[in-house]
């Protein structure tokens, strides 16, 4: 059998460092960092399942905890993604009703806090967007032009054209607003 002359620059996918491979397939520089990447890719799966089956014991769970008329203040916390001194609060309030049924054993009304936090009212968009202004240059002011006009400083164009919402468009470096209603402000002080 032939030897390969091959020498392909790499990286090693497990532990980074470049080493010259001799096929085209090659994905790790020696057999300890394939050992590595193997063992990892057993305890992704491993992780992977453990989660797959919390997830499926928390799932009968809630299922459980929304077949009942009263639950405990724990879960409550955990199907409706509230703190215990909210609910807590709630309960002195008189807001939700709670049954003290011995040292840790409060339950609360889950039809209440449904009822309480599932209401949320939307309000509707307006049909009618605003319309925007649009001015050409020669229509318009720069701000450096309305301070020489009405002989006042920048800062003060400035914080009149957002006191009186004047609309305004940048181009460039220049900053344009509409002569008419310029005027009609400057013209008044």
């Known amino acids: 059998m032939a030897i390969s002359k091959l020498k392909i620059p790499k990286i090693c996918e497990q532990c980074g460092k470049p080493f010259e491979a001799k096929t085209v397939i090659t994905r790790f ?7 590595k990447s193997g063992k990892e890719k057993k ?5 992977a399942e453990r989660k797959q089956s919390i997830l499926e014991q ?9 077949t009942r008329p009263y639950i405990s203040i724990m879960e409550a916390t955990v199907l409706f993604g509230i703190s215990k001194d909210t609910i807590r609060r709630l309960i ?17 009304s889950r039809l209440h806090i449904e009822a309480m936090f599932t209401e949320v009212v939307l309000p509707e968009e307006p049909k009618e967007q605003p319309i925007k202004l649009r001015y050409n ?3 318009c002011y720069n701000i450096a032009e309305v ?32 002569k008419e209603q310029i005027d009609s402000i400057f013209s008044i002080k």
């Open 92 to 108: 002195k309030a008189g807001k939700i009703p709670a049954v003290n049924l011995g040292q840790r054993l409060t339950r609360v």
């Open 29 to 35: 520089c020696s057999t300890t960092c394939v050992n």
């Open 147 to 178: 301070s020489e006009k009405f002989g006042v400083s920048p800062s003060t164009v400035n914080k009149t054209i957002r006191r009186n919402s004047i609309p305004r468009r940048q181009v460039g470096k220049f900053v344009y607003v509409p």
């Open 43 to 47: 305890r992704e799966a491993k992780d």
């Open 58 to 66: 928390s799932t009968n769970q809630i299922a459980q905890i929304q």
């Open 137 to 139: 240059e020669s229509e």
